[in-house]
Antibody, heavy 116, light 107 residues
Framework: EVQLVESGGGLVQPGRSMKLSCAASGFTFSSFPMAWVRQAPTKGLEWVAT????????YYRDSVKGRFTISRDNAKSTLYLQMNSLRSEDTATYYC?????????WGQGVMVTVSS | DVQMTQSPSYLAASPGESVSISCKASKSISNYLAWYQQKPGEAYKLLIY???TLQSGTPSRFSGSGSGTDFTLTIRSLEPEDFGLYYCQQYYEKPWTFGGGTKLELK
């Protein structure tokens, strides 16, 4: 059974940093691109970033480019999202997903609140 | 970016009824469209991809249709477990974009 379990969320002040993790199991992690998708409170879903199987290619939405970094450790079957210079508009539930262009498996999500 | 317009945003129906949700793309996306469902307390679930192909495990009462810019998700004979949130998503080009969502509630 595919499982994606996010961790690392919480309350953070504007301008500070936070790192999310996603532990994957139930499939060959190194064979699949992975992504983060977020959902702000009462808003819709928004793709954030995608990383290729090896980690050699990464893609970001414009609003997080230069601030967020997606990475992976295939030996640990873990996906990461390093978020720097956080803004109030980054407040959202962040979902770890398997990215097959569409998102065929999702984690339960982790909440990130950016507020002073 | 490809804009995805989903309607209605809210839908109330009773078990046994049939409902349809529309998703319109701002440009042609061929059939690169997926539908997702989220039930309270559960992870998002992929229901349909390529506009009309049911993901393994999706009940046959769900169907998807359309291509180009206009797509429809239809649920025939609603079951109690079908109530929740539904989203469409295009994967024709990055950034992948989603519709605004439809909340399907029990009437």
């Amino acid at each position: 059974e595919v499982q994606l379990v996010e961790s690392g969320g919480g309350l953070v002040q504007p301008g500070r940093s936070m790192k999310l993790s996603c532990a994957a199991s139930g499939f060959t992690f190194s064979s699949f691109p992975m992504a983060w998708v977020r959902q702000a409170p009462t808003k819709g879903l928004e793709w954030v970033a995608t990383i290729s199987t090896s980690g050699g290619s990464t893609y970001y939405r414009d609003s997080v480019k230069g601030r967020f970094t997606i990475s992976r450790d295939n030996a640990k079957s873990t996906l990461y999202l390093q978020m720097n210079s956080l803004r109030s508009e980054d407040t959202a539930t962040y979902y770890c997903t398997r990215d097959a262009y569409l998102f065929d498996y999702w984690g339960q999500g982790v909440m990130v609140t950016v507020s002073s | 970016d490809v804009q995805m317009t989903q309607s209605p945003s809210y839908l109330a129906a009773s078990p046994g009824e049939s409902v349809s949700i529309s998703c319109k793309a701002s440009k042609s996306i061929s059939n690169y469209l997926a539908w997702y469902q989220q039930k309270p307390g559960e992870a998002y679930k992929l229901l349909i991809y390529s506009g009309s192909t049911l993901q393994s495990g999706t009940p046959s009462r769900f169907s998807g249709s359309g291509s180009g810019t206009d797509f429809t998700l239809t649920i025939r004979s609603l079951e109690p477990e079908d109530f929740g949130l539904y989203y469409c998503q295009q994967y024709y080009e990055k950034p992948w974009t989603f519709g605004g969502g439809t909340k399907l509630e029990l009437k």
